[in-house]
């Protein structure tokens, strides 16, 4: 979508390995914030886009982005009574969406962009299973094993 450039910071190496592949700087080592603040000379990111819904990685999303940045929220979480740093956000002036994927909205712009060959999400596919198998691709999804990344579940199959 036009970022020059593309960190990604996840806890499975085989996931920042992929990223890799599509071209994203992986942040290694045992404190992303630090590393992300090296990696961009100590200002952090411009936008930070949070994607799994933990608290730590929220949290994370928060601290590692740049002062007047953007975090957008769009993993699912589950803490009914996070503990958002109001005081830092507004110290660090930030500015902070949160929802979740609006298709109605969205999909027409994703299609475009696929026919376009402007974005592959295929690439992110690692398994394909018939629908009737659906239990055990949840399964598999939960288990985070096998190089798991999405799954297609086919009616057709």
């Known amino acids: 979508m036009g970022a020059a450039r593309v960190l990604g910071a996840d806890l499975v190496a085989e996931r920042r390995a992929f990223a890799a592949t599509l071209g994203v700087e992986p942040v290694e080592g045992e404190d992303a914030r630090t590393a992300i603040r090296e990696m961009t000379a100590g200002r952090g990111p411009h936008a930070v886009i949070e994607a799994v819904g933990s608290d730590a990685t929220i949290e994370l999303a928060l601290k590692a982005v740049r002062q007047a940045g953007r975090v957008s929220v769009i993993g699912v979480s589950h803490n009914?009574?996070?503990?958002?740093?109001?005081?830092?956000?507004?110290?660090?002036?930030?500015?902070?969406?949160?929802?979740?994927?609006?298709?109605h909205y969205e999909l027409p712009a994703l299609i475009a962009l696929t026919q376009a060959r402007r974005i592959?999400?295929?690439?992110?596919?690692?398994?394909?299973?018939?629908?009737?198998?659906?239990?055990?691709?949840?399964?598999?999804?939960?288990?985070?094993?096998?190089?798991?990344?999405?799954?297609?579940?086919?009616?057709?199959?």
Request: proline content about 6%.
């Open 80 to 103: 009914k009574a996070f503990p958002f740093h109001m005081g830092l956000a507004q110290v660090k002036e930030l500015e902070f969406a949160i929802g979740l994927c609006s298709i």
């Open 120 to 157: 592959t999400p295929e690439v992110v596919v690692s398994h394909r299973y018939a629908l009737s198998e659906g239990p055990a691709a949840y399964e598999l999804f939960n288990s985070r094993a096998d190089g798991v990344r999405k799954i297609l579940l086919n009616p057709a199959r």
